[in-house]
């Protein structure tokens, strides 16, 4: 393999870069050195609020948009159901064949993830990331003028294929803009947004239940055009606003561009690397110590699918029928966006996010086995449990990808790697996700569903301690093993 130029590409060395400490002027002008450093770390604040304004809340809405559109058919299934103007009996879909569709979806995830992730590097983030809006939009929209089973699937499975590049995408962009210790808190600004997408799509599928016969549209087809409508509009805004790489962006002056390369110049991603290669792919592959972060995102990625999709079924299996198991919905949401932000900014602060995804696990998993323990009719206890076991699973997932990013150094490898944890995860691991809340237990309070979400997040909790452990000893063995007058490059804990 060709050597690359340090300044282009991160070393792929499976070791961390070692750099020298020792101050070539002999400790003279410790003075004058200090305040050129007060005033980068000025300039860096700076350039950090500059980038999350134009950053964060543009990406935080595109994948409020793209979970508002995947997640709303658990919405469309009971809205109006009292009525018998719901989308199983409009469309005479069994409960069976639902679950069927939506596995459909996840399949379509699956297969496209690795491969977007590689032609956003190609096309550049604004233009990748705004036709997939548009098209995913407009399936949306689709989903709308459904009949049958058939349809339903072959639908859903185009969905599944334009949102497959969105998540890992969005990962794998952030590592262009921001170190190490800056992207878990920013990972989960942008995934708590598919949190406040559960809040607000309870309440916007209240709303629109209202609107039921309109036009002589049911409600649930009403529920995917008006949510389908807003992200093909905002496709136009990501591909003339998004910004693609530092070293490329006009909003930035020439010193932030300058500021900005030389902050990731070993710490993040660069947009002049070039593509990958098979010997990158190899490489990414054959790094074992990954398949340990893609075997717990597998595991979260259970709570995570099933919450997305059957927590309005959950809510009305708690006593709350109808519309009013849609308003129900909203706080479990809502708790979980607080919580995914505070636990991200703790991992990242404390060089912690192990132990912070262990303790998140943790409590989610107590939430699910307690409702799945409670006797079914003791709905005010049940329905705490689901927000405790809802925070939980959702704050462990921002600490775990930051933690995945971290710890890999080059490029090329950063966006293979994300695209596999994502698609191993969040394509594989969410198909199990469909299943395990059934329809026939709904009576008895779901104790499947629960049991299984508690048993793979005290999975999450023992694997990412184990990790936390590995990477404890490997960086012992990278300090023994440092050069004199040097500071190693650690793994990220």
């Not at 980038?51 to 058919?73: E, G, K, T």
């Not at 550049?124 to 003028?145: K, N, Q, Y």
């Not at 949102?163 to 920013?186: C, H, I, M, N, Q």
Request: glycine share 10%; net charge neutral; proline share 4%.
């Amino acid at each position: 393999m060709a050597e690359k130029d340090p300044s282009v590409d991160v070393e792929k060395q499976s070791q961390p870069l070692s750099e020298e400490v020792e101050a070539q002027n002999g400790g003279k002008d410790t003075a004058a050195s200090d305040e050129m450093l007060a005033s980068t770390k000025a300039r860096e604040r700076a350039l950090l609020r500059r980038q999350d304004m134009r950053i964060i809340p543009l990406s935080a809405s595109i994948y409020f948009l793209a979970y508002l559109d995947r997640s709303n058919i658990g919405n469309a299934k009971v809205l109006n159901s009292s009525t018998h103007n719901d989308m199983m009996t409009e469309t005479h879909t069994t409960n069976y064949q639902f679950t069927i569709a939506l596995m459909i979806f996840l399949i379509g995830y699956f297969l496209f993830e690795v491969p977007s992730n590689i032609l956003l590097k190609k096309f550049r983030p604004s233009r990748w990331l705004a036709f997939l809006m548009c098209s995913w939009g407009l399936i949306t929209i689709g989903i709308g003028g459904v009949h049958n089973y058939a349809q339903i699937t072959g639908v859903r499975f185009l969905l599944g294929a334009f949102e497959a590049g969105l998540f890992p995408g969005l990962v794998y962009y952030l590592t262009f803009w921001y170190k190490t210790d800056e992207r878990s808190v920013r990972v989960a600004f942008i995934l708590a947004s598919a949190t406040l997408a559960g809040a607000f799509g309870g309440a916007i599928a209240y709303g629109v239940g209202h609107i039921n016969g309109v036009r002589g549209l049911s409600g649930w087809r009403w529920l995917f055009i008006l949510e389908g409508i807003p992200s093909v509009l905002s496709s136009l805004f990501v591909f003339f606003i998004l910004p693609d790489f530092p070293e490329t962006s006009a909003w930035l002056s020439e010193d932030e561009k300058e500021l900005a390369t030389q902050r990731l110049a070993v710490d993040g991603s660069k947009g002049s690397a070039a593509s990958l290669t098979w010997q990158d792919a190899k490489e990414t592959l054959m790094d074992w110590r990954l398949y340990g972060h893609y075997a717990i995102y597998f595991a979260v990625s259970l709570p995570f699918s099933s919450l997305s999709l059957f927590t309005p079924s959950i809510v009305a299996g708690l006593g709350y029928k109808d519309l009013r198991a849609q308003l129900f919905t909203v706080p479990p949401w809502a708790i979980a966006y607080v919580a995914s932000i505070l636990n991200s900014w703790s991992g990242d602060h404390f060089n912690a996010r192990g132990l912070h995804c262990a303790g998140a696990a943790l409590v989610g998993a107590a939430g699910f086995l307690t409702s799945a323990l409670l006797p079914p009719h003791d709905y005010a206890s049940r329905y705490g449990t689901l927000i405790l076991g809802t925070a939980g699973a959702f704050a462990c997932i921002p600490p775990m990808l930051g933690w995945l990013t971290s710890n890999i150094w080059s490029t090329a490898s950063i966006g293979l790697a994300v695209a596999l944890n994502v698609s191993i995860g969040a394509g594989l691991g969410q198909i199990p996700g469909v299943w395990i809340y059934k329809a026939d237990e709904a009576e008895r309070g779901y104790p499947t569903g629960h049991g299984v979400n508690a048993a793979m997040l005290f999975f999450v909790a023992i694997g990412a301690v184990c990790l936390r452990i590995f990477y404890g000893i490997k960086n012992k063995h990278v300090l023994r093993n440092a050069p004199a007058g040097t500071t190693p490059r650690l793994y990220a804990l």
